[in-house]
Antibody
Framework: QVQLQQSGAELVKPGSSVKISCKAS????????MHWIKQQPGNGLEWIGW????????KYNQKFNGKATLTADKSSSTAYMQLSSLTSEDSAVYFC????????????WGQGTLVTVSS | DVVLTQTPPTLSATIGQSVSISCRSS???????????LNWLLQRPGQSPQLLIY???NLESGVPNRFSGSGSETDFTLKISGVEAEDLGVYYC?????????FGAGTKLELK
């Protein structure tokens, strides 16, 4: 079965960067887009972007240009998101999610990674 | 960006009651390929969101058929025919027709 296992919670300082991971199993990693979604405490959901691990193509929500960088390692079936120049506004739970088709981009979800930005 | 407006923000229901949630889009969600990429998701407390319905009315595998979706262009509805305790949580509509993908603010379904 499809599983997305995300890395653990991070406590990071303002101005620093963090890289979180999403290890995929149960399917061919290179065949489906992987999306990343942000959820701030008590708030709704924001789409950050996607990566197609088959060729590394990416598409970002303009809001996250320069903030998020998506990569994928085919050898370990792991997708990564790096967040840079962190501020308190980046404190949130970040999810990876895999599509079924273009019609259903968020069919499978990781458990989420809490990032807390604090000095 | 496409704005999705969900109503009501909070819904109180008894077990067995049928309820509906509305999602209105600031732009038509009909894609040039003829499909309409409007999905519904449920986020139970402390859990990741779960896909319920895609392309307006297609039930995701394993989702009970008490859930149904309808609508077109800019107006969409999720109906739950007979709420069960496991249905409590926050419901989100989201669109994948226009980049960036966007979500509604959510409708919290709670027990009356």
């Amino acid at each position: 079965q499809v599983q997305l296992q995300q890395s653990g919670a991070e406590l990071v300082k303002p101005g620093s960067s963090v890289k979180i991971s999403c290890k995929a199993s149960g399917y061919t990693f290179t065949s489906y887009d992987m999306h990343w979604i942000k959820q701030q405490p008590g708030n709704g959901l924001e789409w950050i972007g996607w990566i197609y691990p088959g060729n590394g193509n990416t598409k970002y929500n303009q809001k996250f240009n320069g903030k998020a960088t998506l990569t994928a390692d085919k050898s370990s079936s792991t997708a990564y998101m790096q967040l840079s120049s962190l501020t308190s506004e980046d404190s949130a739970v970040y999810f990876c999610a895999r599509e079924i088709t273009i019609a259903a981009p968020f069919a499978y979800w990781g458990q989420g990674t809490l990032v807390t930005v604090s000095s | 960006d496409v704005v999705l407006t969900q109503t009501p923000p909070t819904l109180s229901a008894t077990i067995g009651q049928s309820v509906s949630i509305s999602c209105r889009s600031s732009q038509s969600l009909l894609d040039s390929d003829g499909d309409t990429y409007l999905n519904w998701l449920l986020q139970r407390p402390g859990q990741s969101p779960q896909l319920l319905i895609y392309s307006v009315s297609n039930l995701e595998s394993g989702v009970p058929n008490r859930f149904s979706g309808s609508g077109s262009e800019t107006d969409f509805t999720l109906k739950i025919s007979g709420v069960e305790a496991e249905d409590l949580g926050v419901y989100y509509c989201m669109q994948a027709t226009h980049a960036p993908y966007t979500f509604g603010a959510g409708t919290k379904l709670e027990l009356k």
